[in-house]
C-alpha cells in the first residue's frame, strides 16, 4: 500500500496532525518554523503564526479553540484565534516534541534535548484548571502517544527504546503500569508519532524508514504503507468518515534538493477507520 503526496513541500519539520471538527479539518504544526497549518476542505493550506519559535503540538479545546504545546510550555488559542501562553516550566536547551489528549480532559506532552540527551527529557501534564505536573521523567525523545477508546490505554514511544511501549490510565496518577507493547527494532526506521483506530490497531510511523506501520491489538506488523520521504513523522485518522489516513514528513537536516517530496503532507485509505469520538481539552 502506497501513501499519495497532496500538497507540496511547504514545512520544514511537520509533525503532530490532527482531525478535528472543532477545527472543521486537519492541523499539524510546522514545529521548528513556529507555525500551525490547518488544511481546508478544498485541499487548501493556511499557515497560522503561532507565539513560539517552536510549537510542537496542537489539539482541540472544548473552548472551540486548542491548546499548544511550545518551545518550553504551554499555550490556548482562544476560539477567535488570539494565543495566551502559559509562563514556562524551565530554562535550558529543551523543547516540548509530541502529545495527546487525556481520558479526563488533560493535555499530556513530552519534550526532548535538542541534542536528544538520553534521560533528559520528561512528560508534563496540563489540567484544565492551567496547572502543570511533570509525570514522567528519565526520557530522551518522547514521542508517539494515544489512546485506547476506552480512555483505560495508552500507546506512547520514546524514539530510542525502538519500542511502542503501553500504559494504563489513572486520573490521579496519570500514565502507570508501562510496559512493552511492540519491539520494532528489526524493522526499517525509527518508531516517531502515532495513531489508532477504531479496531484498536496501532499506526506508526517510522522516522527514517519511509513507512507507516500498522500494528494488530497483539503487537504485530499486520500492514506496511510506503511512502516517498524518508523521514515520516507522524499520522492521524481525519475526514468525514475518519477513513483517511493522513502523514507528516519532514526535510529537517536534509540538504538542498536531497528527497524533495519531504516536508509534504500525504494520505492513504488503509480499509479501517479512526475513533468516532474525539477527545477536546478540557473534555
Given at each position: 500500500?502506497?501513501?499519495?503526496?497532496?500538497?507540496?513541500?511547504?514545512?520544514?519539520?511537520?509533525?503532530?496532525?490532527?482531525?478535528?471538527?472543532?477545527?472543521?479539518?486537519?492541523?499539524?504544526?510546522?514545529?521548528?518554523?513556529?507555525?500551525?497549518?490547518?488544511?481546508?476542505?478544498?485541499?487548501?493550506?493556511?499557515?497560522?503564526?503561532?507565539p513560539s519559535p517552536v510549537v510542537a503540538c496542537v489539539r482541540p479545546a472544548s473552548s472551540g479553540g486548542a491548546v499548544l504545546a511550545l518551545e518550553k510550555g504551554f499555550a490556548f488559542e482562544d476560539a477567535d484565534g488570539s494565543f495566551v501562553p502559559l509562563p514556562p516550566l524551565w530554562d535550558g536547551p529543551i523543547r516540548m516534541n509530541e502529545?495527546?489528549?487525556?481520558?479526563?480532559?488533560?493535555?499530556?506532552?513530552?519534550?526532548?534535548?535538542?541534542?536528544?540527551?538520553?534521560?533528559?527529557?520528561?512528560?508534563?501534564?496540563?489540567?484544565?484548571?492551567?496547572?502543570?505536573?511533570?509525570?514522567?521523567?528519565?526520557?530522551?525523545?518522547?514521542?508517539?502517544?494515544?489512546?485506547?477508546?476506552?480512555?483505560?490505554?495508552?500507546?506512547y514511544v520514546d524514539t530510542p527504546t525502538g519500542r511502542v511501549d503501553q500504559f494504563g490510565w489513572d486520573d490521579e496518577q496519570g500514565l502507570v503500569e508501562r510496559r512493552p507493547f511492540?519491539?520494532?527494532?528489526?524493522?526499517?526506521?525509527?518508531?516517531?508519532?502515532?495513531?489508532?483506530?477504531?479496531?484498536?490497531?496501532?499506526?506508526?510511523?517510522?522516522?527514517?524508514?519511509?513507512q507507516v506501520l500498522g500494528l494488530d491489538p497483539e503487537g504485530q506488523v499486520a500492514e506496511r504503507i510506503a511512502v516517498g520521504p524518508r523521514q515520516v513523522t507522524a499520522c492521524t485518522f481525519g475526514g468525514e468518515d475518519r477513513s483517511t489516513l493522513f502523514i507528516t514528513t519532514s526535510r529537517e537536516n536534509l540538504a538542498d534538493g536531497e528527497d524533495p517530496e519531504a516536508g509534504s503532507l500525504f494520505v492513504v485509505q488503509p480499509g479501517v477507520r479512526g475513533p468516532a469520538d474525539e477527545r477536546v481539552f478540557g473534555g
Open positions: 500500500m502506497h501513501a499519495d503526496r497532496i500538497t507540496d513541500s511547504l514545512c520544514h519539520h511537520a509533525e503532530g496532525p490532527y482531525w478535528s471538527d472543532e477545527w472543521g479539518g486537519l492541523r499539524w504544526v510546522d514545529m521548528l518554523a513556529g507555525d500551525i497549518m490547518h488544511l481546508g476542505p478544498r485541499d487548501e493550506v493556511r499557515r497560522i503564526e503561532a502529545g495527546a489528549i487525556a481520558p479526563d480532559g488533560s493535555f499530556l506532552c513530552g519534550s526532548m534535548a535538542y541534542g536528544a540527551t538520553p534521560g533528559a527529557a520528561s512528560m508534563w501534564r496540563l489540567r484544565p484548571d492551567s496547572t502543570t505536573t511533570e509525570i514522567l521523567t528519565d526520557l530522551t525523545i518522547s514521542n508517539g502517544l494515544a489512546f485506547s477508546a476506552d480512555g483505560t490505554r495508552a500507546f511492540a519491539d520494532l527494532t528489526s524493522q526499517d526506521g525509527h518508531p516517531d508519532g502515532l495513531t489508532l483506530d477504531s479496531e484498536g490497531n496501532v499506526w506508526v510511523a517510522m522516522h527514517s524508514g519511509h
